[in-house]
């Protein structure tokens, strides 16, 4: 494949802090390539360096073969787009939202309209057009973001943590979106995570990065296959425990993670493990609930942070597990901090890495 | 007591008079006013922006300082400004051979100099308040620098139209500038008497009626932008208004 971009030996300081430490990696044609690793890594510095925005401080940028620098970084630009992690939109209507890098680019008005309508139809947003894209929710106004930047059609699409904060619906929509745009329109994309089931299921290769390094690259498979230790040093990942596992007589798996929580995963693993739940997948209740369901413990509210429609909820039942709620539900039930609740998740919730 | 309210009782009366009957002095005076503090507010707003924009998005040594020196401007007192201007105006004055001095032009322009600090002060706030990452989705976007700067001033718009109004109100309201860079000359044509020194000079004189109508219209003129610029701010306030709360 082809090196669209490429970074070699990048180093970026924000006032005494080194933020990017001696980076180098290659960015393919055609590829969806995750930066996955936890807040604060560089994840975000390094796709503004990739968006010509910041000029690193040491090493270079090449961008299809051509060294960029502070002569070319405006016309570079036009080949690369990030949308941010926060939902930055201009105060105006979602049409002109979207159609504001074409009039940049002095679009013809009758393309520019054309072009809007296909980008809302490919965010399902059709009809949008007039709304104030500042009133709509968090979502809709990530969507409106995404169409803003496919409607470029750019070289390169730069995602800052983009199913960050998203409900379960507008979550699939986007990934569909970026998925599709990836197949049809041929585009090469650089997502930034910190969400490991994300990291997954999306990209063709993964880079992983920590306190500013690249500390490994590699294929999903690769990564999450052979249990790559850089991954299980994701500690500060939500969900994610390391522990050891032994296989049960029903064929399935008790992993055990410490504290005295045994998790019943659905696959077969002997030893070291590490395991995953989604936070999606975890059922919270007041109550102890009957279900199918082979993982319930109980335990305490440790924090709660609001997500617009949703809100993610820390439960301490010995190990600490994110649970995602609607906010219609989070009220109905009337949850605060240090109440005790109940948290019950299928074994086949339970994702081994 | 009711002996020493008459004239003041008498001089209200008149002034509705002199206002509702239309009386050319009376409206000559205030366009004149309007004109002079609506250019002057142009002016500032002209020169002031982008002074107020490189002061919020460009970083260079001595900006706080620069930023201050701005804002302890927005107090200087108007007849000392007018007094620096009329030396600076005057025929023997450095800037003497531009002949400013007791023309509309001068007041303008002095009125103009007089509000610049308040309109960049605004719009150094209002720029500064605009989230700091929207020069960076511009230029994502494909925007150069200065097109950036433009998607930044525009997401400002309000704050910036809220400084003009507040200058055009300052200059509208001041009086030593007009008075002692205008003259205050009472003529048809290049006359440079304003509001402010009309009602000063009326009152010199003994004047009531023409003094309290020239206030009058000065405050109707100067609480109806307030109003508007409160109104702009929350249109909602003008629809609930009145309504017990629930």
């Known amino acids: 494949m082809a090196v669209l971009a490429e970074l070699k030996n990048l180093t970026k300081y924000y006032g005494p802090r080194m933020v990017l430490n001696h980076i ?27 968006a010509f925005l910041l000029k690193p401080d040491a090493g270079e940028t090449k961008f299809q073969g051509e060294i960029v620098d502070e002569k070319n970084s405006e016309r570079m630009r036009l080949q690369s787009t990030l949308v941010f992690q926060r939902n930055l ?7 002109n939202n979207v159609a504001y890098g074409l009039r940049v680019r002095r679009v013809p008005k009758i393309e520019i309209a054309t072009k809007v309508t296909e980008a809302l139809k490919i965010v399902k947003l059709i009809g949008f057009e007039k709304r104030s894209a500042k009133k709509l929710s968090g979502g809709e106004q990530q969507r409106v973001a995404l169409a803003r930047a496919l409607v470029l059609n750019t070289k390169l699409l730069l995602l800052d943590e983009p199913m960050a904060n998203l409900d379960p619906k507008n979550a699939s929509i986007l990934e569909e979106v970026i998925v599709t ?16 089931f994300e990291a ?43 522990g050891t596992a032994k296989i049960t007589e029903a064929g399935t798996s008790i992993v055990d993670v410490g504290n005295g929580i045994l998790i019943e995963a659905a696959f077969q693993r002997q030893d070291e493990t590490s395991v995953f739940i989604s936070p999606q997948d975890i059922i919270l209740s007041k109550r102890s609930l009957e279900s199918s369901a082979r993982n319930v413990f109980r335990g305490r509210i ?41 948290i019950a998740f299928k074994a086949s919730s339970v994702q081994m890495l | 007591m009711v002996e020493r309210l008459n004239p003041i009782v008498d001089g209200i009366t008149k002034a509705f008079q002199l206002i509702f009957s239309g009386d ?68 023997d004055g450095p800037l003497g051979f531009l002949q400013l001095l007791y023309t509309p032009g001068g007041v303008i322009l002095g009125e103009a100099i007089l509000v610049t600090p308040l309109i960049i002060s605004i719009a150094v706030n209002a720029i500064e308040s605009v989230d700091h990452e929207i020069m960076n989705l511009a230029e994502t976007l494909g925007a150069s620098e200065s097109q950036a700067y433009i998607a ?31 003259g205050s000359i009472v003529a048809r044509v290049g006359g440079t008497d304003v509001l402010t020194t009309d009602i000063s000079m009326y009152i010199a004189r003994g004047n009531f009626s023409m003094a309290i109508a020239l206030a009058m219209i000065l405050l109707v003129i100067v609480f109806g932008i307030n109003l508007i610029i409160l109104i702009a701010k929350n249109p909602k306030a003008i629809i609930t208004w009145g309504k017990m709360p629930q």
Request: charged share 15%; hydrophobic share 50%.
């Open chain 1, 24 to 50: 180098s990696m290659q960015v393919y044609e055609g590829e969806i390539l995750a930066l996955l690793g936890p807040n604060g890594s560089g994840k975000t510095t390094l796709l503004k360096v990739l």
């Open chain 1, 89 to 95: 939109l201009f105060n105006t209507t979602v049409f």
């Open chain 1, 181 to 196: 745009a990836n197949r049809e329109l041929k585009t090469t994309i650089v997502l930034a995570t910190h969400n490991m």
């Open chain 1, 200 to 242: 997954k299921t999306m990209p063709h290769r993964i880079a992983l990065i920590n306190d500013g390094r690249i500390t490994e690259v590699g294929s999903s498979a690769d990564i999450f296959g052979r249990l790559s230790k850089n991954l299980a040093s994701f500690a500060a990942v939500d969900n994610t425990f390391n």
């Open chain 1, 302 to 342: 440790t924090q709660i942070s609001d997500l617009g429609s949703l809100v993610k909820l820390t439960v301490n039942v010995g190990k600490l597990f994110v649970v995602q709620i609607t906010k219609r539900s989070f009220s109905e039930m009337d949850l605060n901090l240090g109440d005790e609740v109940f």
């Open chain 2, 24 to 91: 050319p002095t009376v409206y000559g005076i205030a366009y004149r006013s309007l004109f002079f503090s609506g250019t002057a507010a142009v002016l500032a707003i002209l020169w002031g922006t982008p002074i107020a924009m490189l002061l919020s998005l460009k970083d260079f040594p001595g900006k706080s300082l620069v930023k201050g020196f701005f804002t302890s401007l927005i107090g200087m007192p108007t007849v000392a400004l007018g007094l620096i201007l009329f030396l600076l105006f005057s025929k």
């Open chain 2, 152 to 182: 930044v001033l525009k997401e400002a718009a309000n704050g910036v139209i809220f400084s003009g109004l507040a200058c055009f109100n300052r200059a509208f309201a001041e009086l030593g500038v007009a008075l002692i860079v205008g």
